[in-house]
Antibody, heavy 115, light 107 residues
Framework: EVQLVESGGGLVQPGRSMKLSCAAS????????MAWVRQAPTKGLEWVAT????????YYRDSVKGRFTISRDNAKSTLYLQMNSLRSEDTATYYC????????WGQGVMVTVSS | DIQMTQSPSFLSASVGDRVTINCKAS??????LNWYQQKLGEAPKLLIY???SLQTGIPSRFSGSGSGTDFTLTISSLQPEDVATYFC?????????FGAGTKLELK
């Protein structure tokens, strides 16, 4: 059974950093590109970033470019999102999802950026 | 960026009704369109991928159609457990973009 479990969220002050993790199981992690998608409270869904299977290629939405870094450790079957210079508008539930088809999603982790 | 215009925003229907939800892309996305169901407090669940392919485990009352810029999700006979918000997603090109959602309620 495919499982994606996010962790690392919480309350953080504006301008500070936070790192999210997504532990994958039930499939060959290294064979799939992966992505992060977020959803602000009572709002719609927003794609954040994608990483290739090897980690050699990454893609970001403009609003996070230069602040967020997506990475992966295929040996640990884990996806990461390093978020720096956080802003109030980054407040959202962050989901990791399997790219290609965006078929399986984690349960999400809440990130609240507030002073 | 490709804009996804989803309609209607709200939909009220009775059990057994045929329900349709539409998404229109601002440019050609071929068939790279997915449909998701999201219930309160849960992650999105993939229903349809690549416009018309039913995801494994999804009931056959759900179907998708369309290509290019116009797409439709159809629920052939609405069930109580289908109450949820539905989103479309274009994954033809980055940045991937979602429709704003359709909230489906029982009449």
């Amino acid at each position: 059974e495919v499982q994606l479990v996010e962790s690392g969220g919480g309350l953080v002050q504006p301008g500070r950093s936070m790192k999210l993790s997504c532990a994958a199981s039930g499939f060959t992690f290294s064979s799939f590109p992966m992505a992060w998608v977020r959803q602000a409270p009572t709002k719609g869904l927003e794609w954040v970033a994608t990483i290739s299977t090897s980690g050699g290629s990454t893609y970001y939405r403009d609003s996070v470019k230069g602040r967020f870094t997506i990475s992966r450790d295929n040996a640990k079957s884990t996806l990461y999102l390093q978020m720096n210079s956080l802003r109030s508008e980054d407040t959202a539930t962050y989901y990791c999802t399997r790219e290609g088809r965006l078929d399986y999603w984690g349960q999400g982790v809440m990130v609240t950026v507030s002073s | 960026d490709i804009q996804m215009t989803q309609s209607p925003s709200f939909l009220s229907a009775s059990v057994g009704d045929r329900v349709t939800i539409n998404c229109k892309a601002s440019q050609n996305i071929n068939r790279y369109l997915n449909w998701y169901q999201q219930k309160l407090g849960e992650a999105p669940k993939l229903l349809i991928y690549n416009a018309n392919s039913l995801q494994t485990g999804i009931p056959s009352r759900f179907s998708g159609s369309g290509s290019g810029t116009d797409f439709t999700l159809t629920i052939s006979s609405l069930q109580p457990e289908d109450v949820a918000t539905y989103f479309c997603l274009q994954h033809n090109s980055w940045p991937y973009t979602f429709g704003a959602g359709t909230k489906l309620e029982l009449k």
